[in-house]
Structure formats: structure tokens, C-alpha cells
């Protein structure tokens, strides 16, 4: 069975940080893109950063470069978001997404980040 388990959000002061985390399995973890995006309330679903199978190759959306880092860990299937400077306008639902041209892609159920004072 198929599982991602988003982790680490919660509230933040703006200019804070926060680490989430999302632990895969039910799939070979290192043949997937992995991604994070996240969705405000009444806004659509965005992409955040994204990361190659290898972790060679990293995008990020243009609102979150400077201070947000993806990264994964193979060995673990894990794959995580370091977010700093955190700003109110970042305060949204962050889902992890695995995909691999050819396969099924799957979802996480999310986890709240609100960056409030």
C-alpha cells in the first residue's frame, strides 16, 4: 500500500523556520520525482520545489527561492522541506507528491503550515 506521510508543520512567527518532512513507502522511492506544494484557502494548489529521483536536479517557485531548500534521502524515503525566513503569505496546507513518468503519481494528506504572530 501506498503511503506519504507529510510531518513538522505548525505555527511560526514570520521570519522563522520550519522542516517538514514526508516518509514514503508502498514504492520504489528513488525512481520518483518527488515534489512539495502547497494550497492556501481559496487559492489553487501550487507548486513549491521539486527534486530530481537523484537529487541532483532541484526547482523551486520563484515566491519561495532563497528560503526554502528540498531535499531527500533515499535511504530513508524521506523527502523534506527546510523553510526559512517564513512569511504569512507561506501560510497554506503542504502536500508531498511522488511521480514517475509512466506510473501512478500519489498524494500526502497534508500537513497545516500557518506563519502568524
Known amino acids: 500500500q501506498v503511503q506519504l506521510v507529510e510531518s513538522g508543520g505548525g505555527l511560526v512567527q514570520p521570519g522563522g523556520s520550519l522542516r517538514l518532512s514526508c516518509a514514503a513507502s508502498?514504492?520504489?522511492?528513488?525512481?520518483?520525482?518527488m515534489s512539495w506544494y502547497r494550497q492556501a484557502p481559496g487559492k489553487e494548489r501550487e507548486l513549491v520545489a521539486a527534486i530530481a529521483n537523484t537529487g541532483v536536479s532541484r526547482n523551486y517557485a520563484d515566491s519561495v527561492k532563497g528560503r526554502f531548500t528540498i531535499s531527500r534521502d533515499n535511504a530513508k524515503n524521506t523527502v523534506y522541506l527546510q523553510m526559512n525566513s517564513l512569511k504569512p503569505e507561506d501560510t497554506a496546507v503542504y502536500f508531498c507528491?511522488?511521480?514517475?513518468?509512466?506510473?501512478?503519481?500519489?498524494w500526502g494528506q497534508g500537513t497545516q503550515v500557518t506563519v502568524s504572530s
Open positions: 507528491k511522488a511521480q514517475r513518468i509512466g506510473s501512478s503519481l500519489y
Open positions: 508502498g514504492f520504489t522511492f528513488s525512481t520518483y520525482v
